[in-house]
Protein backbone atom coordinates (compact mmCIF):
# COMPACT_ATOMS: atom_id res chain seq x y z
CA UNK A 1 0.00 0.00 0.00
CA UNK A 2 1.12 3.70 -0.69
CA UNK A 3 1.21 5.93 2.24
CA UNK A 4 2.17 9.57 1.80
CA UNK A 5 5.28 9.70 3.78
CA UNK A 6 4.25 12.32 5.65
CA UNK A 7 1.01 10.15 6.56
CA UNK A 8 3.04 7.80 8.06
CA UNK A 9 5.22 10.43 10.52
CA UNK A 10 1.22 11.60 11.66
CA UNK A 11 -0.62 10.12 14.72
CA UNK A 12 -4.19 10.02 14.70
CA UNK A 13 -6.46 12.29 16.68
CA UNK A 14 -6.52 10.66 20.35
CA UNK A 15 -10.03 11.71 22.04
CA UNK A 16 -10.01 12.47 25.55
CA UNK A 17 -11.15 10.01 28.14
CA UNK A 18 -15.26 9.74 28.09
CA UNK A 19 -17.10 11.04 30.91
CA UNK A 20 -18.37 7.28 31.38
CA UNK A 21 -14.33 6.31 31.05
CA UNK A 22 -13.48 8.58 34.06
CA UNK A 23 -16.62 7.47 36.23
CA UNK A 24 -15.98 3.71 36.20
CA UNK A 25 -12.01 4.23 36.10
CA UNK A 26 -12.25 6.52 39.65
CA UNK A 27 -15.82 5.25 41.29
CA UNK A 28 -16.93 8.96 41.24
CA UNK A 29 -20.55 9.85 40.53
CA UNK A 30 -19.61 13.10 39.25
CA UNK A 31 -17.82 14.40 36.78
CA UNK A 32 -16.98 17.63 35.73
CA UNK A 33 -15.29 17.86 31.63
CA UNK A 34 -13.51 20.85 31.25
CA UNK A 35 -11.39 19.36 28.21
CA UNK A 36 -13.01 20.77 24.88
CA UNK A 37 -14.46 24.04 25.38
CA UNK A 38 -17.51 22.66 24.84
CA UNK A 39 -20.63 24.92 26.25
CA UNK A 40 -21.70 23.95 30.04
CA UNK A 41 -25.02 25.28 29.13
CA UNK A 42 -25.72 22.78 26.47
CA UNK A 43 -27.86 24.72 23.67
CA UNK A 44 -30.56 26.86 23.38
CA UNK A 45 -33.92 25.59 24.00
CA UNK A 46 -35.38 26.51 20.26
CA UNK A 47 -33.13 23.83 18.93
CA UNK A 48 -34.57 20.96 20.59
CA UNK A 49 -37.93 22.14 20.16
CA UNK A 50 -37.24 22.81 16.14
CA UNK A 51 -35.51 19.31 15.89
CA UNK A 52 -38.95 17.95 17.61
CA UNK A 53 -41.30 19.85 15.41
CA UNK A 54 -40.05 18.88 12.50
CA UNK A 55 -40.54 15.44 11.13
CA UNK A 56 -37.57 14.38 8.87
CA UNK A 57 -37.47 11.94 5.71
CA UNK A 58 -33.86 10.39 7.09
CA UNK A 59 -34.07 8.31 3.73
CA UNK A 60 -33.12 11.85 1.71
CA UNK A 61 -30.41 13.49 1.45
CA UNK A 62 -29.48 17.13 2.81
CA UNK A 63 -29.64 20.01 0.73
CA UNK A 64 -26.34 19.98 -0.43
CA UNK A 65 -26.18 23.94 -0.80
CA UNK A 66 -27.54 24.17 2.82
CA UNK A 67 -30.11 26.97 1.94
CA UNK A 68 -32.06 27.09 4.97
CA UNK A 69 -28.96 27.48 6.98
CA UNK A 70 -27.24 29.92 4.43
CA UNK A 71 -30.18 31.58 4.09
CA UNK A 72 -30.08 31.99 7.78
CA UNK A 73 -26.67 33.06 8.12
CA UNK A 74 -27.12 35.47 5.06
CA UNK A 75 -30.25 37.58 6.85
CA UNK A 76 -28.22 37.33 10.05
CA UNK A 77 -24.92 39.26 8.89
CA UNK A 78 -26.74 40.63 6.26
CA UNK A 79 -24.37 39.80 3.57
CA UNK A 80 -25.45 37.55 0.25
CA UNK A 81 -25.31 33.46 1.10
CA UNK A 82 -22.74 33.18 -1.65
CA UNK A 83 -20.83 34.57 1.12
CA UNK A 84 -20.88 31.63 3.19
CA UNK A 85 -18.92 28.14 2.67
CA UNK A 86 -20.61 25.70 5.15
CA UNK A 87 -18.14 22.70 7.13
CA UNK A 88 -18.64 19.01 9.50
CA UNK A 89 -17.38 21.61 11.93
CA UNK A 90 -14.87 24.47 10.95
CA UNK A 91 -12.50 21.43 11.18
CA UNK A 92 -13.69 20.82 7.56
CA UNK A 93 -12.91 24.35 6.34
CA UNK A 94 -9.89 24.43 7.38
CA UNK A 95 -9.44 21.22 5.66
CA UNK A 96 -11.31 22.52 2.22
CA UNK A 97 -9.11 25.13 2.17
CA UNK A 98 -5.30 22.87 2.89
CA UNK A 99 -6.89 20.61 0.46
CA UNK A 100 -7.40 23.65 -2.02
CA UNK A 101 -4.58 25.97 -2.16
CA UNK A 102 -1.90 23.51 -0.32
CA UNK A 103 0.87 21.08 -2.30
CA UNK A 104 4.40 20.11 -1.98
CA UNK A 105 5.36 23.24 -3.81
CA UNK A 106 3.76 25.77 -0.97
CA UNK A 107 4.32 26.83 2.08
CA UNK A 108 2.00 28.12 4.96
CA UNK A 109 2.81 30.43 7.68
CA UNK A 110 1.35 30.10 11.39
CA UNK A 111 1.61 30.93 15.46
CA UNK A 112 2.75 28.32 18.09
CA UNK A 113 1.02 26.91 19.67
CA UNK A 114 -1.88 27.55 18.13
CA UNK A 115 -4.92 25.09 16.73
CA UNK A 116 -3.01 22.00 15.75
CA UNK A 117 -5.18 21.47 12.27
CA UNK A 118 -3.44 24.19 10.10
CA UNK A 119 -0.42 22.49 10.88
CA UNK A 120 -2.09 18.43 10.93
CA UNK A 121 -3.69 19.34 7.40
CA UNK A 122 -0.83 21.58 5.92
CA UNK A 123 1.35 18.45 6.60
CA UNK A 124 -1.58 15.81 5.46
CA UNK A 125 -0.84 18.15 1.81
CA UNK A 126 2.87 18.17 1.75
CA UNK A 127 3.32 21.54 2.67
CA UNK A 128 6.07 23.30 4.46
CA UNK A 129 5.06 24.66 7.62
CA UNK A 130 6.33 27.49 9.03
CA UNK A 131 5.68 28.35 12.97
CA UNK A 132 6.52 31.70 14.58
CA UNK A 133 6.37 31.26 18.29
CA UNK A 134 3.84 33.48 20.07
CA UNK A 135 5.75 36.06 22.61
CA UNK A 136 3.67 35.64 26.00
CA UNK A 137 0.40 33.90 24.50
CA UNK A 138 -0.20 36.58 21.33
CA UNK A 139 0.51 35.74 17.86
CA UNK A 140 3.88 37.65 16.80
CA UNK A 141 1.86 39.34 13.89
CA UNK A 142 5.31 41.23 12.77
CA UNK A 143 7.45 37.98 12.39
CA UNK A 144 4.15 36.25 10.40
CA UNK A 145 4.29 38.84 8.33
CA UNK A 146 8.11 39.16 7.47
CA UNK A 147 7.76 34.98 7.19
CA UNK A 148 5.87 35.47 4.11
CA UNK A 149 7.31 34.91 0.68
CA UNK A 150 6.87 34.30 -2.80
CA UNK A 151 5.29 30.48 -1.77
CA UNK A 152 3.27 31.09 0.60
CA UNK A 153 -0.23 30.21 0.09
CA UNK A 154 -2.40 30.44 3.42
CA UNK A 155 -1.10 32.59 6.46
CA UNK A 156 -3.13 31.15 9.67
CA UNK A 157 -4.76 33.58 12.73
CA UNK A 158 -6.46 32.04 15.62
CA UNK A 159 -7.93 34.80 17.43
CA UNK A 160 -8.87 34.40 20.09
CA UNK A 161 -5.78 31.88 19.92
CA UNK A 162 -6.22 28.34 21.22
CA UNK A 163 -5.01 27.37 23.74
CA UNK A 164 -3.81 31.31 25.13
CA UNK A 165 -7.53 32.28 24.63
CA UNK A 166 -5.37 36.31 23.96
CA UNK A 167 -7.34 37.56 20.95
CA UNK A 168 -6.02 40.31 18.45
CA UNK A 169 -6.76 44.13 18.32
CA UNK A 170 -8.64 45.83 15.84
CA UNK A 171 -5.48 48.05 15.02
CA UNK A 172 -2.39 45.16 15.07
CA UNK A 173 -4.44 43.23 13.19
CA UNK A 174 -5.17 45.93 10.13
CA UNK A 175 -1.40 46.02 10.07
CA UNK A 176 -0.66 42.41 9.59
CA UNK A 177 -3.35 42.71 6.75
CA UNK A 178 -2.27 45.91 5.07
CA UNK A 179 1.40 43.78 5.21
CA UNK A 180 0.14 40.67 3.18
CA UNK A 181 0.09 40.09 -0.89
CA UNK A 182 -3.66 40.21 -1.84
CA UNK A 183 -2.59 36.29 -3.73
CA UNK A 184 -1.69 35.10 -0.17
CA UNK A 185 -5.06 34.19 1.45
CA UNK A 186 -5.15 34.73 5.42
CA UNK A 187 -8.07 32.45 7.68
CA UNK A 188 -8.88 34.21 10.86
CA UNK A 189 -10.01 31.69 13.20
CA UNK A 190 -13.00 32.90 14.72
CA UNK A 191 -14.39 29.61 16.63
CA UNK A 192 -14.56 31.56 20.29
CA UNK A 193 -16.37 34.89 18.43
CA UNK A 194 -19.31 35.26 20.48
CA UNK A 195 -17.55 34.96 23.86
CA UNK A 196 -14.93 38.05 22.73
CA UNK A 197 -15.79 41.00 24.90
CA UNK A 198 -12.36 43.14 24.38
CA UNK A 199 -13.36 46.32 23.30
CA UNK A 200 -10.51 46.62 21.01
CA UNK A 201 -11.85 43.79 18.90
CA UNK A 202 -11.68 44.19 15.23
CA UNK A 203 -14.91 43.72 12.89
CA UNK A 204 -14.01 40.92 11.27
CA UNK A 205 -17.41 41.33 8.59
CA UNK A 206 -16.01 45.08 6.98
CA UNK A 207 -12.28 43.46 7.12
CA UNK A 208 -13.79 40.81 4.65
CA UNK A 209 -15.25 43.66 2.17
CA UNK A 210 -11.67 45.21 2.08
CA UNK A 211 -9.61 42.77 1.76
CA UNK A 212 -10.05 40.06 -0.37
CA UNK A 213 -7.87 37.37 0.61
CA UNK A 214 -9.45 36.99 4.13
CA UNK A 215 -11.62 34.06 4.99
CA UNK A 216 -13.71 34.13 8.50
CA UNK A 217 -14.16 31.26 10.03
CA UNK A 218 -16.78 30.58 12.29
CA UNK A 219 -18.67 27.27 14.25
CA UNK A 220 -21.41 26.89 16.06
CA UNK A 221 -19.44 24.16 18.24
CA UNK A 222 -18.81 26.45 21.14
CA UNK A 223 -21.25 29.47 22.13
CA UNK A 224 -24.13 27.78 20.41
CA UNK A 225 -23.58 24.69 22.40
CA UNK A 226 -24.31 22.36 19.11
CA UNK A 227 -20.36 20.21 19.10
CA UNK A 228 -22.31 16.94 18.13
CA UNK A 229 -23.87 18.09 14.97
CA UNK A 230 -20.56 19.03 13.34
CA UNK A 231 -21.26 22.78 11.86
CA UNK A 232 -19.01 25.97 10.82
CA UNK A 233 -18.74 28.24 8.16
CA UNK A 234 -16.19 30.17 6.17
CA UNK A 235 -17.11 33.92 5.42
CA UNK A 236 -14.96 35.35 2.80
CA UNK A 237 -15.77 37.73 -0.49
CA UNK A 238 -17.97 35.42 -3.88
CA UNK A 239 -14.69 34.78 -5.45
CA UNK A 240 -12.81 33.23 -2.83
CA UNK A 241 -15.92 31.30 -1.18
CA UNK A 242 -16.37 29.53 -5.21
CA UNK A 243 -12.86 29.05 -5.01
CA UNK A 244 -13.39 26.53 -2.61
CA UNK A 245 -16.61 25.11 -3.17
CA UNK A 246 -15.32 22.62 -5.93
CA UNK A 247 -13.42 20.85 -2.46
CA UNK A 248 -16.47 20.50 -0.49
CA UNK A 249 -18.25 17.48 -0.55
CA UNK A 250 -21.27 17.43 -2.07
CA UNK A 251 -23.41 16.53 0.95
CA UNK A 252 -20.77 17.62 3.68
CA UNK A 253 -23.05 19.23 6.41
CA UNK A 254 -26.16 17.20 7.30
CA UNK A 255 -30.01 17.94 7.26
CA UNK A 256 -30.27 17.77 11.37
CA UNK A 257 -27.56 20.72 11.93
CA UNK A 258 -29.07 22.40 9.46
CA UNK A 259 -32.07 22.92 10.68
CA UNK A 260 -30.51 22.78 14.40
CA UNK A 261 -27.61 26.01 13.31
CA UNK A 262 -30.84 27.79 11.83
CA UNK A 263 -32.91 27.09 15.02
CA UNK A 264 -29.45 28.36 17.19
CA UNK A 265 -29.51 31.71 15.29
CA UNK A 266 -32.38 32.99 16.25
CA UNK A 267 -31.97 32.83 20.31
CA UNK A 268 -29.24 35.89 20.59
CA UNK A 269 -30.19 36.16 24.23
CA UNK A 270 -28.99 32.69 24.92
CA UNK A 271 -25.48 33.35 23.56
CA UNK A 272 -25.36 36.72 25.33
CA UNK A 273 -26.59 34.44 28.93
CA UNK A 274 -23.51 32.50 27.90
CA UNK A 275 -21.13 35.27 27.09
CA UNK A 276 -22.20 36.98 30.28
CA UNK A 277 -21.59 34.06 32.53
CA UNK A 278 -18.53 33.35 30.65
CA UNK A 279 -16.83 36.49 31.15
CA UNK A 280 -18.29 35.99 35.50
CA UNK A 281 -15.84 32.62 35.09
CA UNK A 282 -12.97 34.25 33.57
CA UNK A 283 -12.95 36.68 36.29
CA UNK A 284 -13.49 34.55 39.10
CA UNK A 285 -10.56 32.52 37.61
CA UNK A 286 -8.55 35.53 37.10
CA UNK A 287 -8.81 36.64 40.83
CA UNK A 288 -8.11 33.46 42.32
CA UNK A 289 -4.66 32.87 40.25
CA UNK A 290 -3.86 36.69 41.77
CA UNK A 291 -4.50 35.92 45.20
CA UNK A 292 -2.74 32.19 44.83
CA UNK A 293 0.42 33.83 42.74
CA UNK A 294 -0.89 31.98 39.61
CA UNK A 295 0.04 33.48 36.60
CA UNK A 296 -2.58 32.70 33.00
CA UNK A 297 -2.97 34.29 30.02
CA UNK A 298 -5.76 37.14 30.05
CA UNK A 299 -8.42 34.72 27.78
CA UNK A 300 -11.10 36.01 25.67
CA UNK A 301 -12.53 32.81 24.97
CA UNK A 302 -14.07 30.21 26.80
CA UNK A 303 -10.98 28.60 28.38
CA UNK A 304 -8.57 29.92 30.40
CA UNK A 305 -4.50 28.43 30.04
CA UNK A 306 -3.28 28.84 33.82
CA UNK A 307 0.33 27.99 35.01
CA UNK A 308 0.51 25.93 37.55
CA UNK A 309 4.60 25.35 37.47
CA UNK A 310 4.22 21.89 38.17
CA UNK A 311 4.06 18.85 35.25
CA UNK A 312 1.04 19.30 33.65
CA UNK A 313 0.30 15.41 33.84
CA UNK A 314 0.63 15.71 37.38
CA UNK A 315 -1.81 18.73 37.75
CA UNK A 316 -4.39 16.94 35.36
CA UNK A 317 -4.10 13.47 37.08
CA UNK A 318 -4.60 15.19 40.25
CA UNK A 319 -7.52 17.34 39.47
CA UNK A 320 -9.05 14.27 37.41
CA UNK A 321 -9.19 12.41 41.02
CA UNK A 322 -11.13 15.22 42.30
CA UNK A 323 -14.17 14.21 39.57
CA UNK A 324 -12.57 17.25 36.77
CA UNK A 325 -11.22 16.69 33.63
CA UNK A 326 -9.39 19.76 32.23
CA UNK A 327 -6.72 19.59 29.21
CA UNK A 328 -3.02 19.12 29.98
CA UNK A 329 -0.76 21.88 28.41
CA UNK A 330 1.69 18.85 27.76
CA UNK A 331 0.62 18.21 24.09
CA UNK A 332 -0.44 21.98 23.56
CA UNK A 333 2.93 23.75 23.97
CA UNK A 334 2.66 24.43 27.56
CA UNK A 335 3.79 21.62 30.17
CA UNK A 336 3.51 23.44 32.99
CA UNK A 337 -0.44 24.78 32.10
CA UNK A 338 -3.70 23.67 32.08
CA UNK A 339 -5.99 24.58 29.68
CA UNK A 340 -9.66 24.78 31.74
CA UNK A 341 -12.81 25.40 29.95
CA UNK A 342 -15.60 27.63 31.73
CA UNK A 343 -18.41 25.71 33.03
CA UNK A 344 -21.21 26.95 35.06
CA UNK A 345 -20.83 29.43 38.21
CA UNK A 346 -21.23 26.48 40.04
CA UNK A 347 -18.57 24.14 38.18
CA UNK A 348 -16.24 27.06 38.38
CA UNK A 349 -16.54 26.94 42.08
CA UNK A 350 -16.02 23.52 42.46
CA UNK A 351 -13.12 23.74 39.94
CA UNK A 352 -11.14 25.97 41.55
CA UNK A 353 -11.74 25.02 45.19
CA UNK A 354 -10.55 21.80 43.78
CA UNK A 355 -7.32 23.54 42.51
CA UNK A 356 -6.92 25.09 45.81
CA UNK A 357 -6.94 21.62 47.55
CA UNK A 358 -4.06 20.80 45.29
CA UNK A 359 -2.15 23.31 45.50
CA UNK A 360 -2.03 24.11 49.01
CA UNK A 361 -1.73 20.43 50.13
C1 LIG B 1 -9.51 27.61 17.36
C2 LIG B 1 -10.38 26.51 16.92
N1 LIG B 1 -10.71 26.43 15.63
C3 LIG B 1 -11.51 25.46 15.18
C4 LIG B 1 -12.01 24.49 16.03
C5 LIG B 1 -12.85 23.41 15.44
O1 LIG B 1 -14.14 23.48 15.85
P1 LIG B 1 -15.32 22.74 15.09
O2 LIG B 1 -14.72 21.84 14.05
O3 LIG B 1 -16.05 22.00 16.12
O4 LIG B 1 -16.12 23.83 14.45
C6 LIG B 1 -11.70 24.52 17.38
C7 LIG B 1 -12.20 23.49 18.30
O5 LIG B 1 -11.79 23.32 19.40
C8 LIG B 1 -10.86 25.56 17.83
O6 LIG B 1 -10.49 25.64 19.13
Redesign the pocket.
Known amino acids: MYIKDQVKKLTPYKPGKTVDDVKKELGLSEIIKLA ?2 ENPFGSSQKVGEALTAHAMNYAIYPDGGGSVLRGALADFYQLPGNQFILGN ?4 I ?1 QIISRAMLDSSKNTVMAAPT ?1 P ?1 YKHNAVIEGAEVIEIPLINGRHNLDEMAQAVNEDTAVVWV ?1 SPN ?1 PTGISISDHDLKQFLNKIPQDVVVVL ?1 E ?2 FEYVTADDYYNALELIQDYPNLIV ?1 R ?3 KAYGL ?1 GF ?1 V ?1 YGIAQPELIQALEPVREPFNTNSLAHLAAASAMKDQQFIQYCREQNREGIEKFEQFCTEHGLSYFPSQGNFILVHFNRDADEMFQALMQKGIIARSGQALGYPKSLRITIGTGEQVDKTLESIREIITQ
Request: net charge negative; aromatic share 14%.
Open positions: SNGSDEIFQCNDAYTTFSARG
